[in-house]
């Protein structure tokens, strides 16, 4: 903050006040105002001078162009105009040529830069989907496993006249690939927890499993626990076991002994279920850990679109920069052999 003097102030406010009638210049006046600009004689060192002669050059053309103001993929003017000054200022341009040249390489690292944010927009594409996209894959999966095994009462029968031509031993391998398939996925091990408690549901209730309930936990677990399907497929009411009351109600004779030891069989394997699901859980981050790793770049498309296009910009970068180093050697005297130019091309 400065100070200044009350015969400052008062003079200034003075002034202010007399503008309306204030006096033209004097004739000595002006000539002293004359002699006074006739001793500043601007700057004196090469650097500010080469700094002066760039006030009245305004940005060309193309680097007026090249940045994106507007849209969504706009770009931030300011950050390019930070860039051509830093270039400026490290080559210093003495004439409009030199300058075009430091504004063509400001504009090749401009562009280079779009390179890289193509690249991390072709990884995000897939990377921001992927979580989503995999979970879609997985519930087809499962779901198609679940259709097939609801239909495979009818599909894998030695007497369906589309199947005549498959052996027995194949139909049934095709069924064990499905209960393998519903293992893998949660929808899979849910459907197969539903149709459990179900079970123990009907023994709670009626004292046995009923028909539909009996097949499908076979049809679900036959393969792969072979001995529990078989008991769960004889948990229904035969007639041997079924007796009419007084009262004309079927009775179930099966005793309580045995319809506990079901329910402990089906027990046991709802809880190996919930560990089942728990590795299908832990595979399913494994995989899609490794699925993100293997998108850490772009399509394969995609990257050579970008490589051929980043090939492009350094030539041009290197060639200017090639070009405004030879100008500014031959201004400053030194001797400059002319460029070598090589004909790859072949010869008619």
């Known amino acids: 903050m400065s100070l200044r003097e009350p015969s400052q102030d008062f003079s200034a406010s003075q002034s202010h006040e007399n503008s309306a009638c204030k006096r033209p210049a004097s004739e000595q006046r002006i000539q002293a105002n004359q002699t006074n600009a006739l001793r500043s004689t601007g700057p004196k060192t090469l650097r500010g001078k080469r700094t002066v002669a760039r006030n009245a050059i305004k940005h060309g053309l193309l680097a007026r162009e090249v940045v994106i103001t507007g849209g969504d993929g706009e770009e931030n003017l300011k950050d390019f105009h930070a860039l051509v000054a830093r270039l400026l200022e490290h080559y210093e341009p003495v004439d409009v040529i030199e300058e075009s040249l430091v ?21 995000r594409k897939r990377l921001d989907t992927i979580a989503v996209d995999r979970a879609q894959r997985k519930s087809d999966k499962g779901n198609l496993a679940l259709l097939l095994s609801e239909a495979a009462s009818f599909l894998y029968r030695a007497e369906n006249p589309a199947d005549a031509k498959v052996s027995t031993r194949d139909r049934w391998s095709a069924m064990q690939a499905i209960q393998s398939n519903m293992r893998e996925h949660c929808s899979g091990l849910a459907h197969l927890s539903a149709l459990l408690e179900k079970a123990k549901s009907e023994i709670a209730n ?12 076979f049809l679900g677990f036959c393969f792969w626990d072979y001995l529990f399907a078989l008991t769960c497929f004889g948990a229904g009411p035969p007639e041997a076991k079924m007796e009419e009351s007084s009262s004309g109600k079927v009775v179930n004779k099966e005793t309580d002994e045995e319809r506990a030891d079901i329910v402990a069989l089906i027990d ?17 981050r494994l995989e899609g850990d490794a699925e993100a790793r293997s998108f850490s770049l772009p399509p394969a498309d995609s990257t050579d679109k970008l490589l051929r296009y980043e090939v492009h910009l350094d030539r041009q970068l290197y060639r200017a920069m090639d070009q405004l180093e030879r100008l500014q050697r031959q201004h400053r005297g030194e001797n400059v052999p002319p460029p070598l130019n090589i004909n790859v091309g072949k010869r008619s």
């Open 103 to 123: 504004e063509t390489i400001a504009i090749c690292w401009w562009r280079k830069a779009r390179v890289i944010r193509a690249e991390n927009g072709e990884i």
């Open 206 to 217: 009626h004292g046995y499993i009923s028909e539909n309930i009996r097949n499908e936990i």
């Open 268 to 284: 046991n394997r709802l809880e190996m279920i919930i560990t089942l699901k728990e590795y299908a859980l832990g595979r399913e």
